[in-house]
């Protein structure tokens, strides 16, 4: 079984500052990992994936995350926050094997960006 | 344009009086799953199909069905709603893969559920 722990249920931040979101996951085979972005009312938007390869993977609106295997991390980061990136994160993973296509997430982490 | 549309967007009902939450998609999807989303517990999985007349339990069955009769549609019913069903709602679909390719799941924009 996969589960997935976001570190901090919450961030604050001001407007330009960097930001980095914590995930660590714990799984007994490989996984392809996630980062998917709620804003406001709406449904979950693909931001990143780690599927194989370079450990660092850059996503939209200038995010990017690295895979870290040894310490089962993947971790999101943005040098540069703008007010328009106010929304819930949310980590996930699945099990590389094929046989399911189950997301396993994380309880989410909610990046408040004020001016 | 690909997408995964849910409806109604917003319920309001009482305990008891079934209700069916409807889920299309037009991507040609094999997979299909129903989520609920609830403060401090993220996402968490309810049914999931793997194709046409295939269907499984996901971690939090309990007071759902669904059904899976053509590939496009997936839809959650509650035959006797509760208030802790009181919820939001996310349908999701993807190509099945074969463990070698990409995964993503598109999501539709949500349904949240009162029950009073």
């Known amino acids: 079984a996969q589960s997935v722990t976001q570190l901090d249920s919450q961030v604050p931040v001001f407007e330009e500052a960097p930001v980095e979101l914590r995930c660590n996951y714990s799984?007994?085979?490989?996984?392809?990992l996630f980062w998917y972005v709620q804003y406001p009312n709406q449904g979950l938007q693909l931001l990143l994936k780690?599927?194989?390869?370079?450990?660092l993977v850059k996503g939209i609106n200038g995010f990017e995350a690295e895979f870290n295997k040894s310490q089962t991390s993947f971790h999101l980061r943005k040098p540069s926050v703008h007010i328009s990136d106010t929304a819930e994160y949310f980590c996930?993973?699945?099990?590389?094997?094929?046989?399911?296509?189950?997301?396993?997430f994380g309880k989410g982490t909610k990046l408040t960006v004020n001016p | 344009e690909a997408q995964v549309t849910q409806n109604p967007r917003y319920l309001i009902t009482v305990t008891g009086k079934k209700l069916t939450v409807t889920c299309s998609q037009n991507?040609?999807?094999?997979?299909m799953s129903w989520y609920r989303q609830d403060p401090g517990l993220g996402l968490r999985q309810i049914y999931y199909?793997?194709?046409?007349?295939?269907?499984d339990k996901g971690d939090v069955p309990e007071g759902y069905k669904v059904s899976r009769k053509e590939k496009r549609n997936f839809p959650l019913i509650l035959e006797s709603p509760s208030p802790n069903q009181t919820s939001l709602y996310f349908c999701?679909?993807?190509?099945?893969?074969?463990?070698?390719?990409?995964?993503?799941?598109?999501f539709g924009d949500g349904t949240r559920l009162s029950i009073l």
């Open positions: 999701a679909s993807s190509l099945k893969s074969s463990g070698q390719g990409e995964k993503p799941q598109h």
């Open positions: 799984s007994s085979v490989s996984v392809y």
């Open positions: 780690y599927l194989s390869g370079s450990t």
């Open positions: 996930a993973v699945i099990p590389y094997w094929g046989g399911s296509e189950k997301l396993v």
């Open positions: 991507m040609n999807h094999e997979y």
């Open positions: 199909s793997m194709n046409v007349e295939v269907t």
